[in-house]
């Protein structure tokens, strides 16, 4: 099922499935408990982020190509840092440029593979790890290079948790519509211009890898996302760097999910 979270005419937030055309079907119950079908078409104000996450968990560095780009070792284990969950973007939302990452220019895009983790999940196999998945969806981990780079003492988490910079969607697709998350082409798309274009099969760590990795002594609540890293293409590498900048529009593109568009602004 495609499951899209949204607003109807009368500001109330929904949750529906066969979004097309400005409308949505109706479901009813509670997105880790269930959801049923109540049969009944209404009109989608405002599409929102699939879920507001209790946790956003991001692995870095792990595509073989992004790594060979960077010019950093590839990593024995997987690298986990963190977004605060006030960073969540709606689709169609501004990406909000902080006036603190405009000089120097040093927001960059990063397409990304987003599980979202439907049950309680701690100490798990890898080969029960997909068990515990609800379903996917797309993200795009902003990031400001500066922040990442020099004023986050070693850490990434500040220079990737300004506001909006998680935008997520626009469908959470579950595991029946994709049963290998490993076999996914996904693109990152600036102002019409192909950016990034890789596959989750380039992946260092596998989603089934990362959760049993991130589950060890650590329980993983419903809600709990896990951004899986970005292919290779982001723009800090590029000769010249390619940064975003007000009225950059950005599309994050995932095989069987659909796309995530965001404007760029800078903070008023």
């Not at 408990?33 to 699939?50: D, F, H, M, W, Y």
Request: charged share 20%.
């Amino acid at each position: 099922m495609l499951i899209v979270r949204f607003l109807d005419e009368k500001g109330r937030e929904c949750y529906g499935h066969n979004f097309r055309d400005g409308h949505a079907m109706l479901l009813e119950g509670h997105l880790f408990q269930g959801l049923q079908e109540t049969g009944i078409r209404v009109s989608v104000k405002k599409l929102l982020a699939p879920l507001q996450p209790v946790a956003i968990l991001c692995i870095g560095l792990n595509y073989r190509k992004h790594a060979v780009e960077t010019g950093i070792k590839i990593p024995e284990y997987p690298v986990l840092f963190m977004k605060n969950p006030s960073a969540v973007a709606d689709p169609g939302d501004p990406i909000v440029l902080p006036k603190v990452c405009v000089n120097p220019p040093q927001v960059d895009y990063e397409a990304e593979l987003v599980a979202v983790i439907g049950k309680p999940a701690r100490n798990v196999s890898a080969a029960k790890a997909l068990e515990y998945v609800l379903g996917y969806t797309a993200g795009n981990d902003v990031s400001a290079r500066w922040w990442q780079q020099h004023a986050g003492a070693s850490q990434w988490i500040r220079g990737k948790s300004f506001d909006t910079f998680c935008p997520l969607g626009p469908e959470l697709v579950t595991t029946d519509e994709i049963p290998d998350p490993q076999n996914l082409q996904l693109r990152c798309i600036l102002n019409n211009e192909v950016m990034q274009d890789g596959n989750t099969s380039d992946m260092i760590f596998s989603v089934a890898q990362l959760i049993a990795f991130l589950s060890e002594g650590t329980t993983l609540l419903p809600g709990t996302i896990i951004l899986t890293g970005t292919p290779s293409g982001v723009g800090f590498v590029r000769q010249p760097p390619v940064f975003l900048k007000a009225g950059d529009v950005v599309s994050i593109e995932v095989e069987g999910i659909g796309t995530l568009t965001n404007p760029l602004v800078e903070e008023e």
